[in-house]
């Protein structure tokens, strides 16, 4: 019998045992029927469908109901669709059906959330982690060249971790475990990281998981010990000391600020890392969203912009631009604008998205992307673009009256050094330097 079997036997005799109502045994019985969906080696887009709304929200009320059996047997399906399901679409070298295997873990871990959203007892956590700790720390963590988990998936099920960490102690000794994961994985996972998302829901895992010193010699050296467990290795930060340095003198009581100097000290050493930009507002599409705080900045992430808005019912979400939908960029470093700053105007062929859903545009509004940042970050910008593959670049000069008419080609490589760029130049990465008439 494998493992998904006797989970869902222990469901049935659980269910059976505690006689709740008919409506959550259908959920049972609709549950356990659609699971034979796993054992299709080609599913159709439909199957694939009914799985995602199975293992969501209808199991819920299941979890509440016979929570240590339900949220045993979803990790065993998530254990199995990722371990199984999903490596076996890779190494077919099957992009859709990795997609859709990504979707239905995605699906999954979401309803174990929207359950923590109704329940967030420490009994609910310790449930959740008892069931999903060894799965998620295993798939999640562990070094497996044969398996890539989409950052989506990978986000979400960092946030189910992160949700029962929180005010509950014992999940984060267990947490601090090596055995069980440990510093040194979370470290390895945020090195190999590029996604700016990614590596800021790993480092809000880590927040919880810091020990408390109690002013202690015996706690000061747990602390210690856990810090230089995440970052003391030279081999995967070349940054390890200023990390180190970061979180044993942490100076402010908001966390945020900390996330944001490990991303700085990670964008300077290397510039695969995710690379942010302070501004005051983005213009996309003709609508400007604010970027009031000093966390407000936008991200060249790994395969997108990204900046954080504040969309309707003053929600906060993540707009993404992709590199492969954009047309042109510009760069305007001309004297109107003030001399501080320089002004990028970023042609897209398609309309950005909001979260997951693509934005609303008007017929006829052009699509694009404007943004100030400061002249000394103009370097790295631009090296962070060549390094995405944006490698054409246009500009409006510095002395219109002096350079009209005239074109003339840079060679970044010749101009910008930065550090953590070891590779050599992409050949032909021309950067065209248009003046105005």
Not at 345 to 359: K, M, N, R
Not at 369 to 397: C, P
Request: charge should be neutral; glycine fraction near 6%; hydrophobic fraction near 40%.
């Amino acid at each position: 019998m494998t493992e998904l079997e006797r989970a869902v036997e222990a469901l049935k005799a659980a269910v059976k045992q505690s006689g709740i109502d008919k409506r959550v045994g259908d959920v049972v019985s609709q549950f356990t029927s659609y699971l034979i969906l796993l054992k299709s080696s080609s599913p159709s887009s439909q199957s694939i469908s009914k799985l995602r709304s199975i293992l969501r929200r209808p199991l819920v009320p299941l979890y509440a109901a016979v929570p240590g059996p339900a949220l045993q047997l979803s990790s065993a399906v998530l254990r199995k669709v990722i371990d199984d399901k999903l490596r076996n679409a890779q190494n077919a070298q099957n992009v859709q059906l990795s997609a859709w295997w990504n979707e239905v873990a995605v699906a999954l871990l979401s309803g174990v959330l929207d359950f923590l959203d109704k329940h967030s007892d420490d009994m609910t956590k310790e449930t959740i982690a008892s069931a999903f700790y060894p799965t998620i720390c295993t798939l999640f963590f562990y070094q497996d060249a044969s398996l890539t988990l989409l950052p989506r998936t990978q986000r979400t099920a960092y946030s189910v971790l992160h949700e029962t960490l929180s005010g509950h102690p014992g999940n984060q000794r267990r947490l601090r475990d090596p055995a069980v994961l440990g510093g040194s994985l979370i470290g390895i996972a945020i090195s190999q990281s590029k996604d700016y998302l990614v590596i800021e829901a790993l480092l809000d895992i880590v927040g919880w998981l810091i020990p408390i010193t109690n002013k202690t010699e015996k706690g000061t050296a747990k602390r210690t010990e856990f810090i230089n467990n995440l970052f003391g290795s030279e081999k995967h930060f070349s940054c390890s000391q200023e990390l180190v340095d970061i979180l044993q003198y942490i100076s402010s009581s908001h966390w945020e600020d900390t996330v944001m100097n490990i991303m700085d000290a990670l964008a300077r050493s290397d510039i695969t890392f995710p690379q942010s930009f302070a501004l005051d507002e983005v213009d996309v599409c003709g609508k400007c969203y604010p970027q009031p705080t000093a966390f407000d900045r936008l991200h060249l992430d790994r395969e997108f912009f990204l900046a954080n808005v504040v969309g309707q019912d003053d929600v906060c979400d993540s707009l993404k631009i992709s590199y492969g939908h954009i047309r042109s960029v510009m760069i305007d470093v001309s004297k109107a604008p003030p001399h501080s700053k320089v002004i990028v105007h970023v042609d897209l062929t398609t309309p950005p998205s909001i979260g997951d859903v693509s934005l609303d545009i008007p017929a006829g509004q052009k699509l694009y992307l404007k943004f100030e940042i400061q002249r000394e970050d103009l370097s790295r910008l631009m090296e962070a673009l060549r390094r995405r593959g944006v490698v054409k670049l246009s500009f409006l000069g510095e002395n219109p009256q002096k350079q009209a008419n005239k074109r003339r080609s840079v060679g970044l490589a010749h101009s910008i050094r930065l550090s953590g760029d070891s590779s050599s130049p992409l050949q032909g990465s021309q950067y065209e330097v248009v003046t105005p008439i």
